[in-house]
Protein backbone atom coordinates (compact mmCIF):
# COMPACT_ATOMS: atom_id res chain seq x y z
CA UNK A 1 0.00 0.00 0.00
CA UNK A 2 1.73 3.37 -1.42
CA UNK A 3 -0.66 5.70 -0.30
CA UNK A 4 -4.39 5.71 1.57
CA UNK A 5 -7.27 7.81 2.65
CA UNK A 6 -9.68 7.55 5.28
CA UNK A 7 -11.72 9.10 7.86
CA UNK A 8 -9.95 9.75 11.06
CA UNK A 9 -10.28 11.39 14.49
CA UNK A 10 -7.47 13.39 15.95
CA UNK A 11 -6.49 11.56 19.18
CA UNK A 12 -3.31 13.43 20.41
CA UNK A 13 -0.26 14.77 19.04
CA UNK A 14 3.25 15.41 19.91
CA UNK A 15 6.50 17.06 18.72
CA UNK A 16 9.01 15.24 16.08
CA UNK A 17 11.11 18.39 15.78
CA UNK A 18 11.12 21.97 14.82
CA UNK A 19 8.68 22.02 12.47
CA UNK A 20 6.86 18.53 12.41
CA UNK A 21 4.38 16.94 14.22
CA UNK A 22 3.37 13.36 14.93
CA UNK A 23 -0.66 13.23 15.00
CA UNK A 24 -2.08 9.51 16.47
CA UNK A 25 -5.45 9.46 14.91
CA UNK A 26 -8.33 6.51 15.31
CA UNK A 27 -9.36 5.77 11.38
CA UNK A 28 -12.46 4.33 10.38
CA UNK A 29 -10.55 1.53 8.66
CA UNK A 30 -7.31 0.52 10.70
CA UNK A 31 -7.97 1.82 14.08
CA UNK A 32 -5.55 3.71 15.74
CA UNK A 33 -2.51 4.74 13.33
CA UNK A 34 0.08 7.44 13.47
CA UNK A 35 1.33 10.04 10.95
CA UNK A 36 3.79 12.62 10.34
CA UNK A 37 1.99 16.43 9.70
CA UNK A 38 5.24 17.69 8.36
CA UNK A 39 5.37 21.62 7.99
CA UNK A 40 2.69 21.50 10.40
CA UNK A 41 3.88 24.47 12.95
CA UNK A 42 4.37 26.96 9.90
CA UNK A 43 1.46 29.48 10.00
CA UNK A 44 1.40 28.64 6.44
CA UNK A 45 0.68 25.10 6.76
CA UNK A 46 -1.94 23.59 4.97
CA UNK A 47 -2.66 21.11 7.74
CA UNK A 48 -2.60 23.47 10.11
CA UNK A 49 -5.65 23.78 12.35
CA UNK A 50 -6.60 20.76 11.16
CA UNK A 51 -4.48 18.19 13.03
CA UNK A 52 -5.11 19.59 16.64
CA UNK A 53 -6.55 16.78 18.87
CA UNK A 54 -10.39 16.72 18.30
CA UNK A 55 -10.81 17.35 14.78
CA UNK A 56 -12.56 14.94 12.57
CA UNK A 57 -10.48 14.78 9.18
CA UNK A 58 -10.66 12.50 5.72
CA UNK A 59 -6.53 11.70 5.17
CA UNK A 60 -5.16 10.90 2.71
CA UNK A 61 -1.28 9.65 3.54
CA UNK A 62 1.69 8.26 1.68
CA UNK A 63 2.93 4.75 3.81
CA UNK A 64 6.38 4.83 4.62
CA UNK A 65 8.46 2.50 6.63
CA UNK A 66 8.55 3.34 9.91
CA UNK A 67 5.88 6.68 10.19
CA UNK A 68 3.46 7.01 7.13
CA UNK A 69 3.10 11.10 6.22
CA UNK A 70 -0.16 13.16 6.21
CA UNK A 71 0.01 14.83 2.97
CA UNK A 72 -3.86 16.17 2.90
CA UNK A 73 -6.52 16.70 5.31
CA UNK A 74 -10.13 18.17 5.19
CA UNK A 75 -12.32 18.35 7.89
CA UNK A 76 -15.46 16.60 8.24
CA UNK A 77 -16.16 18.19 11.57
CA UNK A 78 -13.80 20.55 14.07
CA UNK A 79 -16.02 19.80 17.12
CA UNK A 80 -15.46 23.85 17.91
CA UNK A 81 -18.13 23.97 20.29
CA UNK A 82 -16.56 21.40 22.73
CA UNK A 83 -13.67 23.53 23.25
CA UNK A 84 -14.74 26.37 25.10
CA UNK A 85 -16.55 24.79 27.71
CA UNK A 86 -14.21 23.04 30.49
CA UNK A 87 -16.43 20.34 31.50
CA UNK A 88 -17.17 19.17 27.74
CA UNK A 89 -12.89 19.64 26.82
CA UNK A 90 -12.27 17.32 29.85
CA UNK A 91 -15.01 14.71 29.21
CA UNK A 92 -13.98 14.26 25.54
CA UNK A 93 -9.68 13.90 26.66
CA UNK A 94 -10.75 11.27 28.49
CA UNK A 95 -12.82 9.53 25.56
CA UNK A 96 -10.05 9.81 23.35
CA UNK A 97 -7.48 8.97 26.00
CA UNK A 98 -9.32 5.56 26.56
CA UNK A 99 -8.99 5.28 22.80
CA UNK A 100 -5.34 5.63 22.95
CA UNK A 101 -4.56 2.94 25.91
CA UNK A 102 -6.86 0.59 24.62
CA UNK A 103 -6.74 0.43 21.24
CA UNK A 104 -4.57 -1.35 19.51
CA UNK A 105 -2.47 0.09 16.76
CA UNK A 106 -3.56 -0.90 12.86
CA UNK A 107 -6.30 -3.08 14.05
CA UNK A 108 -7.21 -5.70 11.11
CA UNK A 109 -10.81 -5.59 12.11
CA UNK A 110 -12.64 -3.58 9.80
CA UNK A 111 -15.81 -4.01 11.06
CA UNK A 112 -14.62 -3.28 14.63
CA UNK A 113 -12.49 -0.16 13.66
CA UNK A 114 -16.07 1.25 12.20
CA UNK A 115 -18.24 0.90 15.28
CA UNK A 116 -15.91 2.38 17.38
CA UNK A 117 -15.31 4.97 14.61
CA UNK A 118 -19.13 5.85 15.12
CA UNK A 119 -19.48 5.54 18.45
CA UNK A 120 -16.23 8.32 18.83
CA UNK A 121 -17.93 10.83 16.82
CA UNK A 122 -21.18 10.13 17.78
CA UNK A 123 -19.81 10.81 21.48
CA UNK A 124 -18.34 13.72 20.55
CA UNK A 125 -21.05 15.23 18.70
CA UNK A 126 -23.33 14.48 22.35
CA UNK A 127 -20.66 15.84 24.18
CA UNK A 128 -20.70 19.49 21.93
CA UNK A 129 -24.45 19.05 22.77
CA UNK A 130 -25.21 18.32 25.96
CA UNK A 131 -27.08 21.01 28.09
CA UNK A 132 -25.45 20.67 31.48
CA UNK A 133 -22.58 18.65 33.59
CA UNK A 134 -24.41 15.81 34.30
CA UNK A 135 -25.14 15.65 30.64
CA UNK A 136 -21.89 15.88 29.57
CA UNK A 137 -21.03 13.16 31.75
CA UNK A 138 -23.68 10.98 30.95
CA UNK A 139 -22.50 10.91 27.22
CA UNK A 140 -19.30 9.71 28.71
CA UNK A 141 -20.93 6.76 30.42
CA UNK A 142 -22.60 5.47 27.03
CA UNK A 143 -19.54 6.11 25.52
CA UNK A 144 -17.37 3.71 28.21
CA UNK A 145 -20.65 1.17 27.81
CA UNK A 146 -20.66 0.89 24.04
CA UNK A 147 -16.91 1.16 23.15
CA UNK A 148 -16.01 -1.90 26.17
CA UNK A 149 -18.90 -3.88 24.13
CA UNK A 150 -16.97 -3.27 21.00
CA UNK A 151 -13.75 -4.27 22.65
CA UNK A 152 -14.52 -7.20 23.70
CA UNK A 153 -15.12 -6.58 27.55
CA UNK A 154 -18.83 -5.72 27.68
CA UNK A 155 -20.55 -5.46 31.21
CA UNK A 156 -23.78 -7.24 32.40
CA UNK A 157 -26.07 -5.76 34.59
CA UNK A 158 -29.04 -7.80 34.33
CA UNK A 159 -28.14 -11.38 34.86
CA UNK A 160 -26.17 -12.96 37.83
CA UNK A 161 -22.89 -13.78 36.51
CA UNK A 162 -23.10 -17.26 38.93
CA UNK A 163 -26.78 -18.61 38.35
CA UNK A 164 -27.62 -16.60 35.61
CA UNK A 165 -30.80 -15.32 37.19
CA UNK A 166 -32.56 -11.82 37.55
CA UNK A 167 -31.69 -10.60 40.48
CA UNK A 168 -34.32 -8.48 42.10
CA UNK A 169 -32.83 -5.05 45.12
CA UNK A 170 -29.24 -4.15 45.66
CA UNK A 171 -26.62 -6.64 44.00
CA UNK A 172 -22.71 -6.43 44.33
CA UNK A 173 -21.12 -5.45 41.03
CA UNK A 174 -17.21 -6.64 40.49
CA UNK A 175 -14.79 -4.55 38.58
CA UNK A 176 -12.99 -7.81 38.03
CA UNK A 177 -15.25 -9.14 35.88
CA UNK A 178 -17.73 -6.59 34.89
CA UNK A 179 -20.79 -8.00 35.87
CA UNK A 180 -22.90 -8.96 39.07
CA UNK A 181 -23.38 -11.23 41.26
CA UNK A 182 -26.62 -11.93 43.60
CA UNK A 183 -27.97 -11.78 47.17
CA UNK A 184 -27.79 -15.76 46.91
CA UNK A 185 -24.32 -16.26 44.92
CA UNK A 186 -22.46 -13.54 47.02
CA UNK A 187 -20.51 -15.86 49.26
CA UNK A 188 -16.85 -15.74 48.48
CA UNK A 189 -17.28 -12.80 46.64
CA UNK A 190 -14.38 -9.69 46.99
CA UNK A 191 -13.39 -6.85 45.27
CA UNK A 192 -16.90 -5.68 44.97
CA UNK A 193 -19.75 -2.40 44.76
CA UNK A 194 -22.61 -2.61 46.05
CA UNK A 195 -25.46 -1.23 43.56
CA UNK A 196 -28.33 0.01 44.24
CA UNK A 197 -32.23 -1.18 42.33
CA UNK A 198 -32.24 1.78 41.10
CA UNK A 199 -28.86 2.47 39.98
CA UNK A 200 -29.05 -1.09 38.17
CA UNK A 201 -31.85 -0.25 36.15
CA UNK A 202 -30.27 3.08 34.80
CA UNK A 203 -26.74 1.05 33.63
CA UNK A 204 -29.33 -1.85 32.36
CA UNK A 205 -31.03 0.79 30.15
CA UNK A 206 -28.00 2.67 28.99
CA UNK A 207 -25.81 -0.62 28.03
CA UNK A 208 -29.13 -1.28 26.07
CA UNK A 209 -29.73 1.78 23.67
CA UNK A 210 -27.42 2.79 21.08
CA UNK A 211 -25.22 6.19 21.62
CA UNK A 212 -27.08 8.20 20.03
CA UNK A 213 -30.65 7.43 20.92
CA UNK A 214 -32.08 9.10 24.12
CA UNK A 215 -33.45 7.22 27.05
CA UNK A 216 -35.47 8.45 29.84
CA UNK A 217 -32.73 9.06 32.08
CA UNK A 218 -31.33 11.87 29.73
CA UNK A 219 -33.57 14.77 30.97
CA UNK A 220 -33.54 12.95 34.69
CA UNK A 221 -30.11 12.92 34.81
CA UNK A 222 -28.23 14.77 38.04
CA UNK A 223 -24.58 15.10 38.97
CA UNK A 224 -23.94 12.20 41.98
CA UNK A 225 -25.56 9.76 39.59
CA UNK A 226 -23.68 10.75 36.44
CA UNK A 227 -20.75 11.32 38.55
CA UNK A 228 -21.04 7.97 40.83
CA UNK A 229 -21.24 5.57 37.68
CA UNK A 230 -18.97 7.23 35.31
CA UNK A 231 -15.90 6.70 38.28
CA UNK A 232 -17.63 2.84 38.52
CA UNK A 233 -16.86 2.21 34.81
CA UNK A 234 -13.59 4.30 34.71
CA UNK A 235 -12.56 1.72 37.44
CA UNK A 236 -13.58 -1.32 35.59
CA UNK A 237 -12.21 0.22 32.11
CA UNK A 238 -8.92 1.01 33.81
CA UNK A 239 -8.63 -2.47 35.39
CA UNK A 240 -9.63 -4.17 31.89
CA UNK A 241 -6.70 -2.19 29.95
CA UNK A 242 -3.58 -2.88 32.90
CA UNK A 243 -5.14 -7.18 32.54
CA UNK A 244 -4.69 -6.62 28.42
CA UNK A 245 -1.44 -4.71 28.65
CA UNK A 246 0.19 -7.25 30.78
CA UNK A 247 -1.52 -10.05 28.49
CA UNK A 248 -0.23 -8.42 25.51
CA UNK A 249 3.81 -8.03 27.15
CA UNK A 250 3.59 -11.97 28.00
CA UNK A 251 2.48 -12.85 24.19
CA UNK A 252 4.91 -10.22 23.09
CA UNK A 253 7.42 -12.29 25.26
CA UNK A 254 6.65 -15.67 24.69
CA UNK A 255 6.23 -15.21 20.86
CA UNK A 256 8.17 -17.88 18.85
CA UNK A 257 9.96 -15.69 16.00
ZN1 LIG B 1 -26.86 -15.69 41.50
Redesign the pocket.
Known sequence: MDSYTTDAINIKTYPLSENDNIVIMFSKDMGLIRGIAKGVKNPKSKLGARMQALVANRVFLNSKRNLDIIKEASAINPFNKLRYNLDKLTTACYVLEVINTFCNDENKDKEQNEAIYEVLYKTLENIQNSKNKAQTTLCAIKFQLAFMKLSGFGLEFER??????K?EGTVLFSLETGGI??C??SSGTTNYTRLHEKLRDFLVTLNKTPVDKETKYDSLINDKVADGCFNLLKKYIELTSSKKSKAAIIMEATKVS
Not at 160 to 165: A, G, H, I, N, Q
Request: proline share 9%.
Open positions: CLKCSKPTCDC
